[in-house]
């Protein structure tokens, strides 16, 4: 069983940037790819964005394509989320989640993933 814990919320202008840490522990990090979600008050959670095991794939919603981008550094059992030019409508908590490189389905899908993390605030002011 993979652990998972994020970091890096906080409270931003709109604008402005933050970087989302998922640091991983408790089995092979490069077993697992990782999907980042949000979930807003009074709405479902959402797909935010995609990295596979090796970093070679990475996917995007709509809604933050060209403004996030996911990394990860296996070395440190660690992905990231860098979010760029962030709006009022980003706020929400992000959680990173991890699902075994071999599965089938459908990344952008929640019940997709085994394994999640806590969840991180993340509030953008106008």
């Known amino acids: 069983q993979v652990q998972l814990e994020e970091s890096g919320g906080g409270l931003v202008q709109a604008g402005g940037s933050l970087r989302l840490s998922c640091t991983a522990s408790?089995?092979?990090?490069?077993?697992?790819?990782v999907g980042w979600f949000r979930q807003a008050p009074g709405k479902e959670r959402e797909f935010v964005g995609y990295?596979?095991?090796?970093?070679?794939?990475?996917d995007y919603a709509p809604s933050v394509n060209f403004r996030f981008t996911a990394s990860r550094d296996n070395a440190k059992n660690t992905a990231y989320l860098q979010m760029d030019i962030l709006k009022p409508e980003d706020t929400a908590v992000y959680y990173c989640?991890?699902?075994?490189?071999?599965?089938?389905?459908?990344?952008?899908?929640?019940?997709?993933?085994?394994?999640w993390g806590q969840g991180t605030q993340v509030t953008v002011s106008s």
């Open positions: 989640a991890a699902r075994l490189y071999n599965s089938g389905g459908s990344y952008y899908l929640a019940n997709e993933y085994d394994h």
């Open positions: 408790g089995r092979t990090f490069t077993n697992y790819n």
């Open positions: 990295i596979t095991w090796s970093g070679g794939v990475t």
